[in-house]
């Protein structure tokens, strides 16, 4: 079992920036793939973000390409992404999502091939 945990939302303010972390317990393979999600109030959950482990390959939504960036740390199962030029249709409660595989690009955005799931940090980004 993985569990998965997030920090790092809060209230920004349009044009200003937020980190999230998401790091991983459990059991995993070598060789994951993590993403991130986002939910808006009335909304279906989307794709935002996505890393896999084997070779740094990201691949972002394009409502975020450009403003946002997905890293991971080296040393633990751990993935960030850095906000930037917030706008306030980024607000949404954000998911951290691990695969215990190396998913091949067109999959890393879909929901349906990550098992795990945090529960989620809300972003709220408002002036």
């Known amino acids: 079992q993985v569990q998965l945990v997030e920090s790092g939302g809060g209230l920004a303010q349009p044009g200003g920036s937020l980190r999230l972390s998401c790091t991983a317990a459990?059991?995993?393979?070598?060789?994951?793939?993590m993403g991130w999600f986002r939910q808006a109030p009335g909304k279906e959950r989307e794709f935002v973000a996505a890393i896999r482990w084997s070779d740094d390959v990201t691949y972002y939504a394009d409502s975020v390409k450009g403003r946002f960036t997905i890293s991971r740390d080296n040393a633990k199962i751990s993935v960030y992404l850095q906000m930037h030029s917030l706008k306030p249709e980024d607000t949404a409660v954000y998911y951290c999502?691990?695969?215990?595989?190396?998913?091949?690009?067109?999959?890393?955005?879909?929901?349906?091939?990550?098992?795990?799931w945090g529960q989620g940090t809300r972003v709220t980004v408002s002036s």
């Open positions: 999502a691990l695969a215990n595989s190396r998913l091949v690009l067109s999959m890393m955005r879909v929901e349906d091939d990550y098992e795990y």
């Open positions: 459990g059991r995993t393979s070598s060789s994951v793939s």
